[in-house]
């Protein structure tokens, strides 16, 4: 894992994530369920759903170290959390998922901003940086 700059998970997050859900809407449907294949979900609306629910857990995170700089982030059952992450938005119009996800990442980029370079440099932020917002958008890319 590489260390994530500050300017870098913002770019990321005020650039790159803020066309994600365009770039998807402008592709054709074959396309978009090829991708959506590829990535392993069977709807758009799941796949934000698993993106807004990392998010949020990243903001828990990065709000846990800035309480304690001891915080430690909880192990995760990856395809437990990800499956409960979409069902928690079972019966939600993809319009509200796509308004809940653009909620979430100025969340998550108002969290971020708000870091010191202490912060930044601690082990768990680096890794909310790394995993949940970088790398993240790399495994997602379109």
């Excluded at 979900?41 to 828990?60: D, P, V």
Aim: charged share 25%.
């Amino acid at each position: 894992m590489d260390p994530v700059s500050k300017s870098a998970a913002l770019e990321c997050l005020e650039n790159d994530w803020s066309k994600f859900v365009a770039q998807c809407e402008s592709q054709t449907p074959e396309a978009k369920g090829k991708f959506l294949q590829r990535q392993g979900f069977a709807t758009y609306s799941a796949l934000l759903l698993h993106i807004r629910a990392w998010w949020g857990e990243a903001i828990t995170n990065l709000q846990g170290v800035v309480a304690n700089p001891e915080f430690k982030t909880r192990k995760y059952d990856v395809d437990r959390f990800n499956a409960e992450a979409v069902r928690a938005g079972n019966g939600k119009t993809e319009e509200a998922v796509i308004r809940e996800f653009e909620e979430t990442r100025i969340r998550l980029l108002r969290v971020v901003s708000g870091l010191n370079e202490t912060q930044i440099k601690n082990e768990e932020t680096q890794k909310q940086l790394y995993w949940m917002i970088c790398n993240h958008y790399r495994e997602h890319q379109i």
